[in-house]
């Protein structure tokens, strides 16, 4: 499987990527919201996951344009964020949401519930 993984700290970043990684998945990084959907585009992944604060504003507006673009919106999309904001991630269009500080494998679990719904 092919994960967009969108985060501006590189230590996150770091873990995340490692952590997919020996799950046998590949990574693709992005770190600024404008960086998502042409990432997207031109990778073609089967799942984004992406914290709600990046460098440059919250990933609302690229969440709605993930979903309202044709080739992009069948794409399941986890948001992680420091402060609940699930109940506006959902309603914009994301497929799960995950608070953190989360465990490794809350995430996973998470990672491969999404991929078996799609």
Do not use: N, W
Not at 2 to 29: C, F, N, S, W, Y
């Amino acid at each position: 499987m092919k994960i967009l993984v969108a985060d501006d700290d590189m230590v996150m970043l770091g873990l995340l990527r490692t952590l997919i990684e020996l799950e046998g998945d590949q990574v693709m990084t992005a770190t600024r919201p404008e960086q998502i959907i042409p990432a997207a585009i031109k990778e073609e992944p089967d799942m984004i996951l992406m914290d709600y604060h990046l460098a440059g504003g919250d990933v609302m507006d690229t969440l709605i344009e993930l979903k309202s673009t044709a080739e992009l919106k069948e794409i399941p999309i986890l948001v992680t964020s420091g402060m609940d904001r699930e109940v506006a991630c959902l309603r914009a269009g994301a497929d799960g949401f995950i608070l953190k500080p989360f465990r490794p494998t809350q995430l996973l679990d998470r990672i491969r519930l999404l991929a078996d719904r799609s």
